[in-house]
């Protein structure tokens, strides 16, 4: 049997695949098993943030994973408290993280952080958390509940209970009350369209939550390690949040999610954990990940690089105006609004065939989301091959 075959008649069938199978890639650049070659302007979905078979990550986990792979956190891990010095240096923020192995589980443990929190003693036991209509935080049963999405909260019931959807940032303040713990959003709605929300709305937010003692959860599962510029997207933002959290991309491939936080004394020993989480391979890839964007960032090859993809892309959106509507996004998280969803679908698989990967988000919405260490010859070659498959659109 091959792959395909393989899969159908042992994996479940949780997703709509389309029918490529990857063999190898070299940053920006992939291979299928037909040879057939094809410019990767997706990074999985914001994982693959130093590109495929990035030398310096690779090297880093191989030199780990010869010495020791995993060893419980009931003892003290080096490249843990490394990557957690990177992850802190690079956010700027005064906080402490704690290591999962994914965004749904890095979002469980934020919530988890909130309801401590909003437990301590002397307080109205405060266990809300407030999120916003499309959102998207995860698939375990907690984070699909905080997920605003209708849709997604069909089957799986009973869910916990606590959790509010506002329609956007400024009808938080009127679901405020005493049992309010937190409001978590995205600052760039990913799943939900490549939304950013606005400076000052953000702003305001912040100040209106510090006033009213609830915590502010920032969702970077997506938008953070330098996706939108930055380090984090908190940063782009100029906000201070309590709880942030990251997964995608801090990785670089490797299974891994973070939740920081400023509120270092909330949990002690014993009230969260992870078997997998912080282990010595994820934490060594997160080294070089972060070390590799770090260094990027320093250069100014990061901001040459956003701007003129970003540029290719207004070109794309602007000789194209009879497919699409608006360009979006901020950094190198970027969308096209489709002016349908039948034109969305064409429109991704035709580029599949001629050899460039892009995403949908949300309903109408090409979403990019290319590696950060794409070439100038990658990012050019991507857009050719999407010209070409609009052409007949
Ligand atoms: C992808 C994503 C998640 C879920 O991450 P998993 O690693 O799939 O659990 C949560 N929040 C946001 C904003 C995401 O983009």
């Not at 990857?22 to 990074?43: C, H, M, P, R």
């Not at 990557?83 to 965004?103: L, P």
């Not at 940032?169 to 760039?188: C, F, R």
Request: charged share 20%; with cysteine; proline share 2%.
């Amino acid at each position: 049997m091959n792959t395909k075959e393989l899969m159908q008649k042992y994996v479940l069938p949780t997703y709509a695949r389309a029918d490529v199978e990857f063999v190898s890639g070299n940053n920006a650049t992939l291979l299928d098993a037909n040879g057939k070659k094809y410019i990767d302007f997706t990074s999985g979905i914001g994982v693959a943030s130093v590109g495929h078979g990035n030398k310096k990550m690779n090297e880093a986990i191989c030199e780990q994973i010869a010495n020791i792979t995993h060893i419980s956190n009931l003892y003290y891990i080096a490249p843990q408290a490394k990557a957690a010095q990177k992850i802190v240096e690079a956010s700027g923020y005064d906080m402490q993280c704690f290591f999962g192995n994914s965004g749904a589980e890095a979002n469980e443990g934020a919530i988890k952080i909130a309801r401590k929190w909003g437990e301590r003693d002397g307080q109205i036991k405060r266990y809300k958390i407030i999120t916003l209509q499309q959102s998207f935080h995860g698939r375990t049963i907690t984070t699909v509940k905080a997920t605003g999405q209708e849709s997604m909260h069909n089957y799986f019931g009973p869910f916990p209970d606590g959790f509010v959807y506002a329609n956007d940032i400024s009808s938080v303040e009127a679901l405020l009350d005493d049992h309010t713990a937190a409001v978590m959003i995205e600052l760039v709605q990913g799943e939900g369209g490549v939304q950013p929300q606005d400076k000052a709305e953000v702003q305001a937010l912040e100040k209106l939550l510090k006033d009213r003692g609830v915590l502010l959860i920032v969702d970077e599962v997506q938008t953070g390690a330098y996706r939108t510029g930055e380090f984090t997207a908190s940063q782009v933002y100029e906000i201070n949040p309590d709880i942030i959290t990251l997964a995608k991309g801090v990785g670089g491939g490797v299974p891994v999610g973070v939740v920081m936080t400023s509120l270092k004394d909330v949990f002690s020993a014993g009230d969260h954990g992870s078997t997998f989480g912080g282990n010595y391979l994820s934490c060594a890839s997160v080294c070089a990940v972060v070390d590799t964007l770090d260094e990027c960032k320093k250069s100014g090859k990061l901001d040459e690089t956003i701007a003129y993809f970003n540029q290719k892309l207004q070109s794309f959106y602007e000789a194209n105006t009879h497919l699409f509507t608006q360009k979006v996004g901020i950094g190198m998280m970027c969308g096209l609004r489709v002016k349908d969803g039948d034109t969305l679908s064409n429109i991704i698989n035709r580029s599949r065939e001629n050899g460039v990967m892009v995403l949908k988000a949300g309903r109408n919405t090409l979403r990019f989301l290319p590696p950060l260490t794409i070439t100038k010859e990658e990012i050019d070659e991507g857009f050719n091959n999407l010209y070409n498959a609009v052409t007949s659109i």
